[in-house]
């Protein structure tokens, strides 16, 4: 319960830093400090999705560890007395795959996208305040190449903590395509 907490405040907090950031972004926009606000925005979405993760995978740990007590326990019951039913069902029914609506699933992808969204509206902002404050195409494209190279290696590791917990665990998560 306290992991799910920890996801909703990291991402109302984290909404409300970025609404402040473009906020500051958009007011500073003839300034000179527009473009630097605008592509701060970037490792503060990322600092953002980092946190909402921890706390995913700390609740993901949890379940997987009621899920595995849940089998021991029912085993257990079974092995004293097979006639008995499972006394414990709550992994097993939310996991059932003839009911797969039982487990919310949308979240996971919904978060990412918005914060990509985020990264790139960050970008342009960045990139059209940078123009027109001077700075030279060498500049902006070093700042992207930068920003594209560190959002790469950042996506991988997403993607690397997703697909552990969609391939090694029966947690719920939809496993990605491809």
């Not at 992991?3 to 830093?17: D, E, K, P, R, Y």
């Not at 490792?43 to 609740?59: C, H, Q």
């Amino acid at each position: 319960m306290g992991a799910i907490s920890n996801q909703h405040m990291a991402l109302t907090f984290g909404t409300g830093a970025l609404i402040a950031a473009f906020g500051a972004g958009v007011l500073s926009w003839e300034k000179t400090i527009a473009p630097a606000i605008f592509i701060a925005i970037v490792p503060l979405s990322w600092w953002i999705l980092t946190m909402w993760i921890g706390e995913v995978v700390r609740m993901l740990r949890a379940v997987e560890f009621c899920g595995d007590q849940e089998q021991l326990i029912n085993e257990s019951i079974t092995r004293l007395d097979p006639s008995q039913p499972q006394a414990l069902r709550w992994e097993s029914w939310r996991r059932d795959e003839e009911a797969p609506w039982r487990t919310s699933t949308w979240t996971y992808k919904s978060v990412a996208l918005l914060l990509l969204l985020t990264n790139l509206a960050a970008g342009a902002g960045g990139t059209v305040t940078a123009v027109r404050n001077g700075w030279t195409n060498l500049v902006v494209a070093l700042v992207w190449m930068l920003t594209l190279a560190c959002g790469a290696y950042f996506a991988r590791w997403v993607r690397k903590i997703y697909r552990r917990w969609t391939e090694n665990a029966e947690v719920g998560i939809p496993a990605l395509p491809g």
